[in-house]
């Protein structure tokens, strides 16, 4: 059994400002992406420039932060913010949906297409291998906040979290992390070298993260005010992650029309 350090959610405070860790986790992904994404750019054969992507990973980070908090809102506890309208904007408190922020940035890499002439296909298959450190950063966030913990489980790596005691649970924030945030990586890396039709680097990524999420929900315990929401034992991760996967195999698996 391990013991979760109990770190403070604060990471610095000055004053009344307070800069929370998991603010630095989305600033940590960002700042990744950013990185990569100017690596990737400045390629020959990218077909992108490098002073585009700061603009490019700007309306990522608003699909990120709006889709990502409404989508919980609107998933996992609409009768509460219904009730609290006003804690919907308190996001360094945790209470983030990677489903509904997945739209936001679907939205925010369609809006950029717009702007630059760019298809959503070109747009999300360059995107697509940025993403995964940045939901590396964001479950190790989850794990510093002590939220989305697993099931109960007598595994030697089990984790006492200081909020609930009750027993060791599974770590799943940092099973994700390793799944959706390092083994995607390295699989979309990898397979973004080499020329492919459009849609099918961002149909890996659906693929991938919807397996990896599908799988590891069993061991994540459910949110308590939700419970199994399918067949009497699908969680609501697990229901979002099914279109997600869909979607990805016929990117891969489609056939452009015959001209």
Known sequence: MITHPGFDPVAVSVGPLSIHWY??????GFTAGVLLGRWRAARPESGWKVEEITDLLFYIAMGVI????LGYVLFYNPGFYLQNPLDIAAIWDGGMSFHGGLIGVIAGMWQYGRKTGRSLFAVSDFVAPLV??????GRIGNFVNQELWGRTTDLPWGVLFPVMPDAPRHPSQLYEAGLEGVVLFVILWWYASRPRRDGQVAGLFLVGYGVFRFLVEFVREPDAHLGPVALN?????????LPMIL????LILRRPRAA
């Open 23 to 28: 603010g630095l986790m989305y600033l940590a």
């Open 66 to 69: 709006l889709g990502g908090r």
């Open 247 to 250: 979607l990805g195999l016929w």
């Open 233 to 241: 034992w699908m969680s609501m991760g697990q229901v979002l992650s």
């Open 132 to 137: 995964p450190p940045a939901l590396l950063f």
